[in-house]
T-cell receptor
Framework: DTAVSQTPKYLVTQMGNDKSIKCEQN?????MYWYKQDSKKFLKIMFS???????INETVPNRFSPKSPDKAHLNLHINSLELGDSAVYFC?????????????FGQGTRLTVV | DQQVKQNSPSLSVQEGRISILNCDYT??????FLWYKKYPAEGPTFLIS?????DKNEDGRFTVFLNKSAKHLSLHIVPSQPGDSAVYFC????????????FGTGTRLKVLA
C-alpha cells in the first residue's frame, strides 16, 4: 500500500508535446507538493497545495499547470515541452502547515524530452 | 540563492566507522530541519529531524546536531553500514507562514565494506 504514488515512472516524449503526471496520496494529508530534481540533482520546490488551494508557486513557467481535484490528488500538466524540462519530478505530501512534520515523497517520474 | 547548502558532494567511509554529513543554511527563520536518504530511482525517504528548540536528536545509529548560532547542522551515522550508501539531503522549513521544505544539493555517502 504505497503512501504517495506517481504515474508514470518514466516518460519519454518529443519537444512541443503536452504531458501529464499524476500523483495520489493515501495518507490523509492536507498538503501536497511538486518538486523538480534537475541534472545537478538539486531538489527544488515548484508548487504546493493545501486542501486543494495553491499556496506556493515558485516562479515556474506557466507551461506548468498543477491541478488538485481533491485533497488526495495533485496532478502536473506540462504544455509545449522543452528540452530543459527533462528532469525527475517528485510529488510529496505532508500532514498540516504549521507543524513539525516531514514530507513523504513518491518514487519520482523521470521525464525525458527529446 | 541557495538557502540550504551541502558543501561536500561525496563522502567515503569504512564500514563500522562514523559518517558525518554537514549542512549549512542562511535563513535564521528556519525552525525545522530534516535529513532524507535517497537511493537511485527512488524518492527521498525521511530519516531524522530536529526542531530549532533542540540541539540534538538521536534515533538509533543516527544523530542530528543543530548549531543555531553557526547556522549549521550535521548528521552522524555510527556505526556506518554498507546499506547506508545513498545520497543524503538536508532540508529546512518554516512551520509558520508559507510552508515548504528547502533542500540542499545532497551528499553521496559510500560505505566501504
Amino acid at each position: 500500500d504505497t503512501a504517495v504514488s506517481q504515474t508514470p515512472k518514466y516518460l519519454v516524449t518529443q519537444m512541443g508535446n503536452d504531458k501529464s503526471i499524476k500523483c495520489e496520496q493515501n495518507l490523509g494529508h492536507d498538503t501536497m507538493y511538486w518538486y523538480k530534481q534537475d541534472s545537478k540533482k538539486f531538489l527544488k520546490i515548484m508548487f504546493s497545495y493545501n486542501n486543494k488551494e495553491l499556496i506556493i508557486n515558485e516562479t515556474v513557467p506557466n507551461r506548468f499547470s498543477p491541478k488538485s481535484p481533491d485533497k488526495a490528488h495533485l496532478n502536473l500538466h506540462i504544455n509545449s515541452l522543452e528540452l530543459g524540462d527533462s528532469a525527475v519530478y517528485f510529488c510529496a505530501s505532508s500532514p498540516h502547515r504549521g507543524t513539525y512534520t516531514e514530507a513523504f515523497f513518491g518514487q519520482g517520474t523521470r521525464l525525458t524530452v527529446v | 540563492d541557495q538557502q540550504v547548502k551541502q558543501n561536500s558532494p561525496s563522502l567515503s567511509v569504512q564500514e563500522g566507522r562514523i559518517s558525518i554529513l554537514n549542512c549549512d543554511y542562511t535563513n535564521s527563520m528556519f525552525d525545522y530541519f530534516l535529513w532524507y536518504k535517497k537511493y537511485p530511482a527512488e524518492g527521498p525517504t525521511f530519516l531524522i529531524s530536529i526542531s530549532s528548540i533542540k540541539d540534538k536528536n538521536e534515533d538509533g545509529r543516527f544523530t542530528v546536531f543543530l548549531n543555531k548560532s553557526a547556522k549549521h547542522l550535521s548528521l552522524h551515522i555510527v556505526p556506518s553500514q554498507p546499506g547506508d550508501s545513498a545520497v543524503y539531503f538536508c532540508a529546512a522549513s518554516l512551520t509558520s507562514g508559507t510552508y515548504k521544505y528547502i533542500f540542499g544539493t545532497g551528499t553521496r555517502l559510500k560505505v566501504l565494506a
